[in-house]
C-alpha cells in the first residue's frame, strides 16, 4: 500500500489505560567479554514518565534498552520494576513475566502471520477470542483496523511501524521500551507518527523509555532525557534545562551546532573574535559556545567585519557561512530573515548573549 494513504487519519479511538510502573536501573554495567559497553548507569523513571536515551552510535543505548526489557543480562547492578528486582544479583525474571512491552528498530513482525496475529502473538495468555477482541482494538486504535487480515509485506514502512506498536501495547505494559522507533520513516511520515505514538503512550498511561539518536526528537517526545557517553550517563535533565544549559562542552554539542572559540576567561569575561562575554564564575583555559541562531547580520561599520561565502535555503530559516579575519573556520549563522544578502557580500556581525555557553576548556 503506498505511503500517501497514511495521510488520512481515523475517526480517534482511545487507548485502554495501563497501570504504569517505576523503572529503575541500579549501578547496571554490561561487558562484552573485555569491553564495557555499560559503565555504572543509574536512572529513575516514574510512573507513567516518558524518558527518551539518546548518545552517538556506541555509546552503550540499545544495550542498556535490552537490559531492561530482559533480553540481556547485567554483568553487575540491578534493575527493578515498581521496586521489585527483576534483574540483579540474585534475581532474573524473563522478558515476558515483566509486564514490559518492547518494541524493536526493525518492528521484528512476522512475515508469515497476519498483522492481527502478529499482534495477537503477545496476548497468549488470553483465551483466543478475547485475544482477538484485543488485538482488534489495539489495532483500530493506530489506524490500521481495516487492514488486520493483511500480511506486513503489503504495508509501508510506517503502518509496519504502527503494527508494531499495537503488538506492544496491546497487553497493556507496565512499561513501554522503544528502540529507535521512527528512524525507518522519511520525514513526512515520521513527524506524523511520532505525533501519534506519543498520544497513544499518554492515553495508555504507559511508562515509556525510548532509544533515539535524534536530539530534536528526544526535546520533542520526552518528559526527561538522559544523555549517554561511552557507556555512562553523562546528563539528565528535562529538555528545556538539557539545550539552554548543557553542563558539559559534549552535551552542548550534542543538541546543538557551535561556533567555537579558545580564549582565556579572566575576571568573569572571555574575549573571542566575536566580542567578549560572560564566563558565569569559569576562570582560566576556557571554550566560548556561540549557537549559529545567535549570530546576527548587520549593516556594515557595525559589530565585527565579515564577508558572506554561501548562503542555503533550510526552509524556514538560511544557513550563513560568513568569513572573518584571523578565523580559519568561517562562522555559522541561522537567520530568519536575511533579505537580498548573498555570497561575496559584506557584512557585520553581532552576537545575542544569550545564545552564548562558556566551558573550561578540560570539559569533556
Do not use: W
Not at 23 to 52: C, F, K, N, Q, T
Not at 258 to 279: D, S
Amino acid at each position: 500500500m503506498p505511503e500517501a494513504v497514511v495521510a488520512s487519519r481515523p475517526a480517534r479511538i482511545r487507548t485502554p489505560a495501563s497501570i504504569a510502573a517505576s523503572l529503575a536501573l541500579d549501578d547496571v554495567r554490561h561487558a562484552y567479554g573485555a569491553v564495557e559497553s555499560v559503565r555504572g548507569v543509574s536512572l529513575e523513571i516514574a510512573p507513567g514518565e516518558v524518558v527518551a536515551l539518546v548518545g552517538q552510535s556506541g555509546c552503550g543505548k540499545t544495550t542498556l534498552l535490552r537490559i531492561a526489557a530482559g533480553l540481556e543480562r547485567p554483568t553487575g547492578g540491578r534493575v527493578l520494576l515498581d521496586g521489585r528486582e527483576i534483574s540483579g544479583p540474585m534475581s532474573f525474571v524473563p522478558p515476558e513475566r515483566r509486564g514490559i512491552g518492547f518494541m524493536f528498530q526493525d518492528y521484528a513482525l512476522f512475515p508469515h502471520l497476519t498483522n492481527l496475529a502478529n499482534v495477537m502473538f503477545g496476548l497468549r495468555g488470553l483465551a483466543r477470542a478475547d485475544a482477538e477482541r484485543t488485538a482488534q482494538l489495539a489495532l483500530d486504535r493506530v489506524g490500521l483496523g481495516g487492514l488486520a487480515n493483511e500480511y506486513p509485506h503489503a504495508l509501508s514502512g510506517g503502518e509496519q511501524q504502527r503494527v508494531a506498536l499495537a503488538r506492544a501495547i496491546a497487553p497493556r505494559p507496565a512499561v513501554i521500551l522503544m528502540d529507535e522507533p521512527f528512524s525507518g520513516l522519511d520525514r513526512r511520515l515520521r513527524d506524523a507518527t511520532r505525533a501519534d505514538t506519543l498520544a497513544i503512550l499518554r492515553e495508555a498511561r504507559a511508562t515509556a523509555f525510548i532509544v533515539t539518536h535524534d536530539p530534536e526528537e528526544a526535546m520533542r517526545i520526552a518528559d526527561r532525557i538522559a544523555l549517554m557517553r561511552e557507556g555512562k550517563l553523562i546528563e539528565v535533565g528535562l529538555p528545556r534545562e538539557l539545550y539552554r544549559n548543557p553542563k558539559s562542552l559534549f552535551s552542548a554539542r550534542f543538541f546543538c551546532e557551535m561556533n567555537e572559540f579558545a580564549g582565556q576567561a579572566r575576571n568573569g569575561r572571555i574575549e573571542t573574535p566575536l566580542g567578549a562575554f560572560a564566563t558565569n564564575g569559569i576562570e582560566g583555559p576556557a571554550v566560548a559556545c556561540i549557537r549559529p541562531q545567535g549570530v546576527r547580520l548587520e549593516s556594515v561599520g557595525k559589530g565585527i567585519a565579515g564577508r558572506i561565502v554561501t548562503r542555503h535555503f533550510l526552509g524556514e530559516v538560511d544557513l550563513f557561512e560568513i568569513v572573518v579575519s584571523g578565523l580559519e573556520a568561517p562562522v555559522l549563522a541561522r537567520i530568519r530573515d536575511a533579505g537580498g544578502r548573498g555570497p561575496g557580500e559584506d557584512v557585520g556581525i553581532s552576537v545575542d548573549p544569550g545564545e552564548v555557553l562558556v566551558f573550561a576548556a578540560l570539559a569533556p
